[in-house]
């Protein structure tokens, strides 16, 4: 057995990976464990776990693989400043100590790491590096249920690399073309996200979820996505692009871009973090998705040039775009489109630990058509009664224990139909940014103000930010206009036009607010401004507990949907233990939640009205 531990760390969203012999046997961020959103710090307890879960000790392990290859970052880094010298003196100056000091000897810094997860021979450790993109691609192709695909990875920027073209064929992972820094589609996304006031490398969602509130028909935003395309960037036929770094500022600078060049340019003033959201803001946010979808297409058709295959498989911070991905998938460029759910760095642990075993250790592959390896990604931590009960004892918590399930889920399916939002815990904990109904919160979709709730009294985050369904995978073509499966909440589709409100002659004129509560259809809180939905589609025998509380619900409403969002408050990681659910649980108007078979009542806790006493200061996001 050849046992492969990946690593992602010291950039964001540190992870951990295990995989014997080609299997996942678990892969967890360390944000989960540490509390700290998107922390770069080495992932000591992701380690721990995942080694704790196989029973084994750091010297059985046959390769430890680290995502990327810093000493081509440092070439990168260095060859970057002096293309630009003299400008960017400043960051070069901030930059270099710390790359001095801990990034050039990352070998030092992993050995160190893992003495804080156990001891270990030094001599008996096999430490390997792989490139970040291969990472990516290894991600994303090894656990998908296909023999040969191109494999397409679009993210920030690796060493040198911004976005790749490959082909996997059984255990082989080839790159066949590379895109280079500063031209990048996720740092130009990125730019975006600054300028319009949200946080680079954790606010990219926030930008595509305020994309739909942007009006197609306006003259601003049309002119918005020609500046985009005649002044900052130059698109290609093959999807590459070229950026006008007179505007950006990433390569050598502090921030993301020149301000005064791109307020000059939109005539827009850069949107403070948390100041009111106005119609130009959506209407740019529109744009940089319209401009970034195209460019996904261009680089999709350039990989079907140049592979011949008719899958596809997507990873990199920018496959987590899913109004991107549902695109690709209508055009029907490829017969099969396969997403890694932990697409960005943290799915690089992952990626890292997969090529190895195939690449290096050449671990035989067995693809499977019907299903991919990644388990419906929960390879996280489980919970078991004594430690629940702990749990209880330790907040004094008020509780029913209901072991029958099926009396479980029609009590719950009641709950949510009748306008409660439920916290709901089982087994396995995800592994990537999305719940997918294990560490979940949900609600009623047919309530009109279900979207609100949740918004400002459960996640207490901005207004305007969207939720997804959880459907029944046999019910999906009921609710929404989607080919095929869509099991990681990763494609965005239309709502069936049978479920849809007519809407005012002048409703792309209305005020944000005003259209964001004009009813749209009867699912009305997972339908998006633009009649779009993110879908997540439960099928029975990868999460067989969820799709049961969805059926009761359907038994119980005639709808088999719910609203699905992650369990945590802003700028907090999604909760991983049954006290950080209980302690969320508690410091919200969350109304009902479930941890296994244990059911907690809101108003029957002790002192359930004083919710100071259990929030936790989260940074911002």
């Known amino acids: 057995m050849k046992k492969v531990l990946g690593i992602s760390a010291f950039y964001h969203d540190s992870a951990a990976a295990l995989v014997i012999d080609g299997k996942i046997i678990a892969a967890v961020q360390e944000e989960r464990f540490t509390r700290d959103k998107h922390t770069p710090d080495f992932p000591v307890e992701s380690i721990k776990y995942c080694l704790e879960i196989a029973g084994l000790e750091i010297d059985d392990l046959d390769a430890i693989v680290f995502y990327d290859k810093p000493l081509l970052k440092f070439e990168r880094l260095l060859q970057t400043y002096y293309t630009f010298a003299p400008k960017g003196l400043l960051s070069f100056l901030k930059a270099i100590p710390v790359w001095l000091k801990e990034k050039m000897f990352l070998k030092k810094l992993i050995y160190d790491g893992l003495k804080e997860v156990g001891n270990y021979s030094k001599k008996e450790v096999k430490l390997l590096f792989t490139e970040h993109h291969l990472s990516h691609a290894a991600s994303a192709f090894y656990v998908s249920p296909f023999e040969k695909a191109a494999v397409l990875t679009i993210d ?58 942007g009006n197609p028909d306006a003259a601003e935003t049309k002119r ?24 950006f500022n990433y390569a050598t600078g502090l921030r993301m871009v020149n301000d005064s060049k791109w307020e000059n340019l939109f005539g827009l003033k850069r949107r403070e973090a948390e100041a009111d959201l106005e119609q130009r803001h959506c209407n740019l946010g529109l744009a940089i998705q319209i401009v970034t979808e195209e ?23 920018v496959a987590l775009n899913c109004v991107a991905n549902g695109k690709l998938l209508r055009e029907k460029i490829f017969k099969d489109i396969y997403i890694q759910p932990a697409a960005g760095d943290a799915g690089g642990a992952l990626g890292a630990a997969l090529a190895v075993s195939y690449m290096y250790f050449d671990v035989n592959r067995n693809v499977t058509e019907k299903n991919d390896a990644m388990l419906g990604s929960y390879l996280g931590p489980q919970y078991f009664e004594n430690e629940i009960q702990s749990m209880n004892r330790k907040t004094k918590a008020v509780f029913e224990k209901i072991d029958d399930f099926n009396e479980l889920s029609k009590l719950i399916a009641s709950k949510i139909a009748t306008g409660n939002v ?10 990537g940014p999305r719940s997918l109904g294990n560490r979940s919160i949900l609600g009623d979709a047919r309530n009109p103000e279900m979207q609100k709730k949740l918004n400002l009294k459960i996640k207490y985050r901005e207004g305007f930010r969207p939720f997804a369904p959880s459907v029944l995978k046999e019910e999906a073509s009921t609710y929404f206009d989607l ?55 439960v099928d029975r025998e990868t999460n067989p507990k969820y799709w049961q509380l969805i059926r009761s619900f359907k038994d119980l409403t005639n709808y088999g949907l719910v609203v699905n969002t992650s369990f945590n408050v802003r700028g907090e990681p999604i909760v991983c233990t049954p006290y950080d659910a209980f302690r969320c649980f508690m410091s919200t108007e969350m109304d009902v939640l479930v941890i296994e078979n244990f059911v907690y009542i809101k108003q029957e806790q002790l002192d359930w009205e004083n919710r100071e006493k259990w929030m936790v200061k989260f940074k911002m996001d």
């Open 156 to 213: 920030g920027v690796g060493e040198w690399c911004t976005a790749s073209i490959g082909v996997g064929t059984g255990n082989e992972l080839t790159m066949l073309k590379e895109m280079e820094f500063p031209h990048s589609v996720g740092l130009l996304y990125s730019a975006f996200t600054y300028f319009l006031g949200f946080t680079v490398n954790s606010g990219e969602y926030k930008l595509m979820g305020l994309a739909p509130y």
């Open 483 to 537: 080919e095929g499966d869509s099991p990681y909440m990763l494609m965005v589709a239309p709502v069936q036009e049978n479920r849809r409100t007519q809407l005012p002659e002048n409703y792309n004129e209305l005020p944000l607010w005003d259209r964001l509560y004009q009813t749209r259809s009867d699912i009305q809180s997972v339908t998006h401004l633009d009649f779009s939905a993110r879908i997540q589609t």
């Open 224 to 247: 918005f996505i020609e500046l985009i395309k005649t002044e900052l960037i130059d698109i290609k036929s093959d999807g590459s692009i070229w950026m006008d770094q007179r505007y």
């Open 422 to 431: 439920v916290g709901w815990f089982q087994g396995r904990m995800e592994f």
């Open 295 to 317: 460019i996904v297409l261009k680089m999709a058709e350039e990989a079907k040039r140049v592979t011949g295959c008719d899958q596809i498989c997507l990873a990199g911070g």
